[in-house]
C-alpha cells in the first residue's frame, strides 16, 4: 500500500476506516488499542533518540517493527493470526533475563527516573501496560494463549528490568520509594 495524500478528510465525520475493509467510529475499542499502540511506538523512538546503545537501539527497533505487525493484525481484525511468534514472547523473556541478572533484587519500589532514556523506558512501560488493557478488551474472547497479550505483558516488563539495568550500567542511582 502507497500513501500518496495523507490529508483525505475521511475522519471528518468522526469515523475512520479498517484495514479490513468498512468503517467504525474513532472512539472504538479498535481504535483505541491501535491508537495506544501507535502511541508506544513513538514513545520507544523517543528513547531511540536518548540511548547511547547501539545494541539496545537496535533492540527498540525490532519492538516497534513487532508493534507496527500488531497493529496491521489488529485492524485486519486477525485475532488467531498470531503474527507475534512465541520466538518473539521468548526473545523478550531472554533480555529480561540477561539485564536483570547483574541486577540487586529489589528491596522497594522503583521511582521513574535516571537520565532521559531510562525515564523515557517507564512511560513506555506505562503505555504498555495500557495498550495491554486496550487489547485484553478487544481480544476479550479470545485470551487464551494470545500471543499479542503474552507480548504486550513482556515488554511492560521489559522496559522496567532494561531501565533498572541502563541506570546501573550509566552508574545512575535509583530512586526508589519512601515511606
Known amino acids: 500500500m502507497r500513501i500518496t495524500k495523507v490529508t483525505t478528510r475521511n475522519g471528518d465525520s468522526g469515523k475512520t476506516g479498517l484495514a479490513r475493509g468498512g468503517s467504525v467510529y474513532k472512539?472504538?475499542?479498535?481504535?483505541?488499542?491501535?491508537?495506544?499502540?501507535?502511541?508506544?511506538?513513538?514513545?520507544?523512538?523517543?528513547?531511540?533518540?536518548?540511548?547511547?546503545?547501539?545494541?539496545?537501539?537496535?533492540?527498540?527497533?525490532?519492538i516497534q517493527n513487532d508493534l507496527f505487525d500488531i497493529g496491521g493484525q489488529i485492524s485486519l481484525n486477525e485475532d488467531g493470526a498470531n503474527i507475534i511468534t512465541s520466538e518473539s514472547i521468548t526473545s523478550l523473556d531472554n533480555y529480561i533475563d540477561q539485564y536483570n541478572s547483574?541486577?540487586?533484587?529489589?528491596?522497594?519500589?522503583?521511582?521513574?527516573?535516571?537520565?532521559?532514556?531510562?525515564?523515557?523506558?517507564?512511560?513506555?512501560?506505562?503505555?504498555?501496560?495500557?495498550?495491554?488493557?486496550?487489547?485484553?478488551?478487544?481480544?476479550?474472547?479470545?485470551?487464551?494463549?494470545?500471543?499479542?497479550?503474552?507480548?504486550?505483558n513482556r515488554l511492560s516488563d521489559y522496559f522496567f528490568v532494561l531501565s533498572r539495568f541502563y541506570n546501573k550500567s550509566e552508574n545512575i542511582s535509583e530512586n526508589t520509594w519512601k515511606r
Open 27 to 62: 472512539n472504538d475499542a479498535i481504535i483505541h488499542a491501535l491508537g495506544d499502540i501507535d502511541e508506544l511506538s513513538s514513545v520507544i523512538g523517543v528513547c531511540n533518540t536518548t540511548c547511547k546503545n547501539s545494541s539496545i537501539v537496535d533492540q527498540l527497533k525490532l
Open 102 to 152: 547483574s541486577l540487586d533484587p529489589l528491596k522497594e519500589f522503583i521511582l521513574p527516573g535516571g537520565d532521559l532514556f531510562s525515564a523515557n523506558l517507564h512511560v513506555a512501560r506505562s503505555v504498555t501496560r495500557r495498550a495491554e488493557r486496550a487489547v485484553i478488551e478487544l481480544y476479550s474472547d479470545s485470551l487464551e494463549n494470545n500471543n499479542v497479550v503474552m507480548y504486550l
